[in-house]
């Protein structure tokens, strides 16, 4: 299987979730183009079984932790940059099986902490404790082996890179054969080849792209490609999901989709961390929301408590609640 060589760069849109629009280059026209599309079930007609899909999407990796045990803690984390501190002491707890929500406005530091929790950043001061361990030095490549996986508010996809490859690259991070056992191609490592490319189609089968699987990533739709990104941080069977905002410049309906997907991705077992910017969807999917407000915690505490909490209204702008999402949208 072909890995992230050379060749092919790194397909990051830098500017792309920031404008909070769909970009022009995103139209989905592919979704007209039959051409190219993979017929799931021919490929295996256990892909037309949810439960099928869903059992080999769940996570196999054995976990210390109970449902409802705490899985990652941060205590007064912060990350200063220069003279700015982008966040401040911030304590908040992620248990097992919990959809936490964590928003704020643009600038609040929501990628930030992101960035702290995944070793993007080394804190300032503080810490992040995770699955019984702190996360102090440990390197990027170690975290996504512990078990956290995120996908990025700017898409970040092998481009040249087929939608199926784009996953397999995912669920080779878990592979154990060794360099002389790929090159020899023992057959430890072509059945792990096999598996990979086997729970790479129940990954997009399960996010809802599979018919797209032999197609460029590059080439997908916008929603096509957020959903990639998506079904490849699974690939890593995390104990923890990260997605920052992954409904970024989607319409309402597609928003709501996705909200279905982050529920169907936390009843097949996984924990999910979801930044968003906009206050309306989170509700609807989250467990628990912690407010973010430039760098500090302002709240902590249940949907329905949150959207009726004075400093969060205010943090919003002070609008009513119903129009919360749309005064956000219109916000430059
Ligand atoms: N790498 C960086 N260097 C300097 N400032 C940064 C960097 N990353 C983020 N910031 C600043 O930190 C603050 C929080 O940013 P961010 O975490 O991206 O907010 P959010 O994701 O909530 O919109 C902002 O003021 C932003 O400009
Ligand atoms: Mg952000």
Redesign the pocket.
Known sequence: MTGPGAGDALFDNDDLAAASHRPEQYADEQRSDPAGTVDPAAVDPALTDPAAVAEAVAPVRSIAAEVGAVLLRTEDLTVR?GG?T?LDHVGFEIRRGEILGLI?P????????FNAITGVYRPSAGAVYFDGAVLGKTKRNQITRLGIARTFQNIRLFGEMTALENVVVGTDARHKTSVPGAIFRTARHRREERDAVERGMALLEFVGIAPRAMEKARNLSYGDQRRLEIARALATEPKLLCLDEPAAGFNPSEKSALMDLIRKIRDDGFTVLL?EHDMRLVMGVTDRIVV?EF?RKIADDLPAAIRADPAVIAAYLGVPDDQVAGAEEGRP
């Not at 643009?106 to 902490?113: F, H, L, Q, V």
């Open positions: 940059f700015l982008a704020g643009n600038g609040a530091g929501k990628t930030t902490c930044i973010l760098g």
